[in-house]
């Protein structure tokens, strides 16, 4: 990567900065990157705290001669937010919701506010801002404003530019003005000089404009010279100058605060049509017939995107409830009216898709038709899962990825089905095929041919292909641009597309805001080559070392080759970076910090394992910061459509830095927990001291970095007895004949939490089922899952471990026995890093009958195995699902197992990570980031559900967060059915 230093920049940026200014290689190699192909080393970031420090990082960087980039969720899929210079994060801090006009439906928000964070404010009264982009969940509006982003219901709002107001802005000179529609002497106006040179050439240019500019509504490309033209006829569009500056990529000013409109929320009786296609053509002939029946949105989703969801956990109970059938490729039409209104135009729409002779039950080749979603829920899955069209395509694990250039081109309906033959036919002439998906109604398909761009052959390629591409819709009189907007990938083609003369006139544009090109240059004008290779992610000579792994990482060997191949499935796309559902990624919800999320994670491991960050740099002290505050949560794992699993990457990274480092102190007594807790049970009361005496509490954090702050779990006199888990036969008709159940008793319930090993027995007995507790082959020391010594870096310990348990557990599986246990942390390490530590067909058999206690329950209960004999409890309960439960879909398991209870009264708390994971709780460094991941959702949830109410958690860390934090006590599944046990039994 080339870079450049500059010390006196960092120096006066420290000074004159309220926010984070980062001159460290690791941080600017965490920016080097978007959603794009491209790389650029910047020469310093700067994270801004308020809008008076972008204004003097952008004075800094005018007087020092650095180029300047603004940044939000950092998402450009065309390298807009790359640079040589230096970039301004709005997305930390500049991210409010700075006034509000409910009647008037406007709002004026700072450029670092995230869609999905603006539209829950925005909900409570009624509204939302329907610039509906895929990535929501962390594309801030200033972004979206730069690359005049357009969303899945454009057809019926627009894009930003028809639902922007005003802008304001400082220029690069460092003068401020409001950019809206003109009006003479209005207050905090542009300059006049400005506004009059840009009237001058709209003026100019209105014929040429009119002649070169694309008529499609999906047309993003140059800048947004259409709004220099004064119409004299009534009702035409008045001249706004913020329209100038939406689309400009941050090349002609920086946005400070953004009016935009809102719309009304879309009526919760929404309508989806699921349109089904034995052919991809089919469906793009039926477009333009489906659009005419005026709905909210036509989305497209191909068989390739169908097949590779099916491989991804999370979308799997989505696809079965909607996908009828092998389709070709499926039209999701969505109606958004009142409930009459939608519910007859589905039926219109069945009625054109019969007239296109497509139904289902019909037979033959044109075996379609219409599956119809009128459940919310459903509705919002389906949603989801187009939502990650990027992410789905992008999770192929071989070495050619769906590369974005000519991803979103835009040609009128009427051509749709022509262009995507014509283009698939350029693809095949080139050995490759493409992926596609997205916004069949405005004929802007999300398109990525196949390629490895690490080759030089298939750099070649991808210029060739755009060039016949572009070609193709310039023919169509379409818009190369048509959403995600120029950057490096398409700067360079504008003059074929527009012509010199527009081409002059963006040029003219550029050099009136921006005299001295300080705005992130290079993207729209004066753009370097597509294809520079010395810019892209992988460059001439990128090369990854082969080196001795503890896990094993073969099933990535297509895409790159084992680790390296791992780390490289990271796209970038910042699913990561969401801050409220479902669980990724906790640690960044509290920080905001780029360091902190999955993706700033994955970068910097993809940067240091191919020495861009100098030697050593996967041992570095800076390389374990970057891993500190991930809890290993596995939320990535299952949440992250390109499977990035950090948690199992930190446990690697801590192998290979206790290889040449070795280990502290802290680490070895962690490591060895279930080693050394047998002793520590038999003098419980003397390590109690530590909690009750504070000095002596303060002393051991400066020897062992635990917290004084936090009490430690307390070793129980009465741990759980392998002997107590031993129930003999079951009772006839209940589980007549099952072969029994083996209880892996984990470390945690063992020592600390022996009620709840007990209160599974009880239930299994009370069941009947014969059980007994695992036990080892040989010696007296209990069998253990390594988690401790994986979550320390010992992995080879963690292996001996995997084999011992293996060994002693594997006469049961070959039995056809259950192997149960109740810690979700302890017993998923048999189905998750047991197969990666001891590979071969034994793990894999474990893992495959190693079930959660309440996994075992649920799959018993509804094969009508199992018949517990249960009262109803009369009181409400609360249930918060461990990080491992939900990264292994077992909280369906977990809600069915407390349903058989009768009028239990269950409320699910909507929770990220409880914050504790393990020993991360405990540590004097990270504790409150552990508190504060508490206190997102879980916390506040506990503490104000009713006196008297259960709370429920698996996770015994969650358990000890959610005392310390609320002084609530949390108890197991298995406590609870076995509360409810009738008394009669």
């Given amino acids: 990567m080339s870079e450049m230093i500059r010390p006196g920049l960092h120096r006066r940026l420290s000074r004159e900065v309220s926010g984070d200014v980062l001159f460290d290689r690791f941080s600017r190699g965490r920016y080097a990157t978007d959603a794009s192909i491209y790389q650029i080393m910047p020469a310093g970031v700067v994270v801004a705290r308020t809008a008076e420090d972008v204004v003097a990082a952008l004075d800094a960087a005018r007087e020092e001669g650095v180029a300047l980039t603004m940044r939000g969720g950092g998402t450009s899929q065309c390298g807009q937010t790359v640079n040589s210079g230096l970039i301004v994060d709005t997305s930390k801090h500049l991210n409010k919701l700075l006034e509000l006009d409910v009647e008037g439906r406007h709002a004026l928000v700072e450029p670092g506010i995230v869609l999905d964070d603006l539209n829950r404010l925005l909900k409570p009264h009624g509204l939302w801002f329907p610039v509906d982009v895929s990535t929501a969940s962390r594309a801030t509006i200033g972004g979206m404003a730069g690359n005049n982003s357009c969303g899945s219901r454009s057809l019926r709002y627009g894009t930003m ?68 033209v004064q119409t004299d006829h009534p009702g035409g569009d008045p001249v706004n100058l913020a329209h100038l500056l939406v689309g ?107 007239d296109l002779g497509y139904g289902f039950g019909r037979g033959g080749a044109h075996e379609g038709g219409v599956v119809t979603v009128g459940d919310v829920t459903l509705q919002g899955a389906i949603a989801e899962l187009r939502a990650s069209g990027l992410n789905i395509m992008m999770s192929m694990k071989e070495a050619g990825k769906p590369v974005s250039f000519v991803e979103d081109c835009a040609v009128p309906l009427e051509h749709l089905a022509d262009y995507t033959d014509r283009l698939t036919a350029i693809f095949e002439k080139h050995g490759t095929r493409g992926t596609w998906y997205a916004h069949a109604s405005e004929g802007c398909l999300h398109v990525r041919p196949v390629l490895n761009v690490k080759l030089e052959k298939d750099v070649a390629t991808m210029r060739a292909i755009a060039e016949e591409a572009f070609a193709m819709v310039r023919e169509y009189k379409g818009s190369h641009s048509g959403e995600h907007g120029d950057g490096i990938v398409r700067s360079e083609f504008h003059e074929a597309m527009f012509g010199s003369r527009i081409v002059g006139a963006f040029r003219e544009v550029k050099t009136a805001f921006d005299p001295s090109g300080l705005l992130n240059p290079g993207k729209i004008v004066d753009a ?178 635990f917290s004084a702050r936090r009490s430690l779990p307390k070793f129980r006199r009465d741990w759980f007895r392998s002997r107590e888990g031993d129930v003999a036969g079951g009772r006839s008709g209940e589980a007549g ?69 293996i060994a002693a557990l594997m006469p049961h599986v070959r039995a056809g026995k259950a192997i149960i246990g109740l810690e979700p942390s302890c017993l998923l390490t048999l189905r998750d890093e047991f197969p990666a530590l001891v590979p071969g067909e034994d793990a894999r058999a474990l893992a495959e009958s190693a079930l959660l206690f309440e996994e075992f329950v649920a799959r018993e209960a509804r094969a009508r195995r199992m018949v517990l004999p249960l009262e109803p409890l009369g009181r409400k309960a609360y249930l918060h699902g461990h990080c491992h439960q939900k990264a292994f879909g077992a909280m369906p398991a977990v809600e069915a197992a407390l349903r058989l209870i009768p009028d239990l009264d269950l409320t699910v708390i909507e929770s990220s990570c409880c914050g504790m994971a393990g020993a991360f709780g405990y540590d004097a460094e990270t504790i409150d980031v552990s508190l504060a991941m508490g206190e997102l959702s879980l916390l506040p949830a506990v503490r104000q559900a009713p006196e008297g109410a259960l709370v429920v958690a698996d996770g015994t860390s969650c358990r000890h967060q959610i005392f310390d934090g609320t002084g609530r006590t949390a108890i197991h599944v298995a406590e609870v059915l076995a509360g409810a046990l009738s008394h009669k039994t």
Wanted: proline share 6%.
């Fill in 161 to 228: 530019r028809d639902n922007v107001v005003a802008i304001e802005a400082v220029l690069a000179d460092g003068t401020r003005g409001r950019f809206a529609e003109l009006e003479q002497g209005a207050k905090g106006e542009p300059p006049r000089d400005l506004v009059a040179a840009m009237l001058a050439l709209g003026r100019r240019e209105a014929g040429e404009i009119a002649a070169r500019f694309p008529g499609v509504q999906r047309r993003v490309g140059g800048y947004n010279l259409d709004a220099l």
């Fill in 248 to 354: 400009s990529e941050g090349t002609l000013g920086i946005s400070t605060a953004i009016e935009i409109k809102l719309s009304p929320l879309p009526k919760a009786t929404k309508r989806l049509g699921v349109c089904h296609f034995p052919t991809f053509r089919a469906a793009m002939e039926a477009a333009q017939h489906i659009v005419a029946l005026k709905p909210t949105s036509v989305e497209l989703v191909d068989e390739t995107m169908i097949a590779l969801a099916r491989e991804i956990p999370m979308f799997v109970p989505t696809l079965e409830a909607f996908v009828k059938g092998r389709p070709a490729a499926l039209l999701l039409t969505e109606f958004a009216d009142d409930p009459d209104e939608n519910a007859a135009s589905i039926a219109r729409l069945e009625a054109v898709m019969s």
């Fill in 528 to 705: 370097p080559k597509m294809d520079d290779r010395s810019l892209m992610r992988y460059p001439p000579g990128y090369a990854v070392s082969d080196f001795p792994t503890a896990f094993d990482w073969t099933s990535w060997s297509g895409s790159a080759g084992g680790f390296q191949g791992a780390v490289e499935m990271c796209n970038n796309n910042g699913a990561c970076r969401k801050s409220a559902g479902a669980v990724m990624c906790p640690s960044y919800r509290v920080t905001r910090n780029e360091r902190d999320v999955t993706r700033g994670r994955a970068n910097t491991l993809r940067l240091a394992i191919s020495g861009q960050l100098g030697p050593g740099a996967l041992h570095s002290d800076e390389m374990a910061e970057t891993l500190k505050l991930c809890v290993s949560c596995k939320a990535c794992r299952r949440e992250c459509p390109t499977g990035v699993d950090m948690a199992k990457m930190k446990a690697e990274v801590l192998y290979q830095r206790g290889k040449a480092k070795g280990f502290s102190a802290k680490d070895r007594l962690i490591a060895n927990l279930p080693r050394t807790a047998w002793i520590a049970a038999r003098f419980g009361g003397a390590l109690g001291l530590r909690d009750r005496f504070g000095p002596l509490a303060r002393l051991l954090e400066t020897i062992f970095g």
């Fill in 737 to 805: 004949g099952h072969p029994g159940v083996v209880l892996f008793a984990d470390t945690f319930g063992r020592w600390f939490d022996p009620q709840t090993l007990r209160a599974a027995v009880a239930v299994l007995k009370a069941a009947g089922y014969p059980v007994e507790t695992a036990r080892p082959l040989s010696g007296r020391q209990p069998l253990c899952c390594g988690r401790t010594y994986i979550a320390s870096g010992m992995a080879d310990r963690a292996r001996a471990e995997a084999e011992r348990t």
